[in-house]
């Protein structure tokens, strides 16, 4: 199973960015985002394809229908720059997206 | 919040064995989680490599299983990670993680993770 997601998306500060996360049937699956910052370790953002954990800013929203899980960065700050990784579980497998790299310009 | 720390040597030859532990402030074997490995090649994505899962047993990345095994030592609150017949293709920052997974949802995400440790294959 495969997860694919865009290699970077760019954004402005104070707008949204919006990353995409593409599977076979995706929608059918639970998907959670992971945020990475540079020598850091990941750190959920989204779990259940739309729940925060606690401490995570309102600004980081997810949706997941059809094939497609979507995270979405609203009023986007300079410390959101950072590497997105989607994740799913299909059939007793853990599976990651590619990763996109989000830059805040 | 749960604790997690890798150990293990930083270089390992090729053809040998990685070996890699991870230690647990607060070690549960509630059917809620699961303790997982997964690493990050230099400058790549996240890869899962296996967990010892929240129902006590065992599954693997199918394209490492054949060389992976992850076992627990509840009495140390460790996990550990043995990779076989390392190339440098193996060269990865290991991250151990704790699962949170509810069965019946089919929902399993990682709610903390270790800092990382780098791995490096090379003679």
């Known amino acids: 199973y495969e997860l694919t997601q865009p290699p970077s998306v760019s954004v402005s500060p104070g707008q949204t ?26 750190v959920v953002v989204i779990f259940q394809d739309a729940k925060r954990p606690s401490g995570i800013p309102k600004r980081f929203s997810g949706s997941n229908s059809g094939n497609t899980a979507t995270l979405t960065i609203s009023g ?13 579980w299909d059939r007793s497998t853990v599976v990651f997206g590619t990763g996109t790299k989000v830059t805040v310009l | 919040q749960v604790q997690l720390q890798e150990s293990g040597p930083g270089l390992v030859k090729p053809s040998e064995t990685l070996s890699l532990t991870c230690s647990v402030s607060d070690y549960s074997n509630s ?27 065992t599954f693997y990345n199918p394209s490492l299983k054949s060389r992976v095994t992850i076992f627990v030592d509840t009495s140390k ?30 929902s399993y995400y990682f709610d903390s993770w270790g800092q990382g440790a780098l791995v490096t294959v090379s003679s």
């Open chain 1, 76 to 88: 986007t700050q300079a410390m959101d720059e950072a590497d997105y990784h989607c994740q799913a």
């Open chain 1, 17 to 42: 960015a919006i990353i995409t996360c593409s599977g076979d049937k995706l929608g059918n699956k639970y998907v959670s985002w992971y945020q990475q910052k540079p020598g850091q370790s990941p």
């Open chain 2, 77 to 106: 609150s460790q996990f550990s990670l043995k990779l076989r017949s390392v190339t440098a293709a193996d060269t990865a920052v290991y991250f151990c993680a704790r699962g949170s997974v509810v069965v019946t949802a089919a």
């Open chain 2, 31 to 57: 059917s809620s989680f699961s303790w997982d490995w997964i690493r990050q090649p230099p400058g790549k994505g996240l890869e899962w490599i296996g967990t010892f899962s929240h129902n006590g047993g």
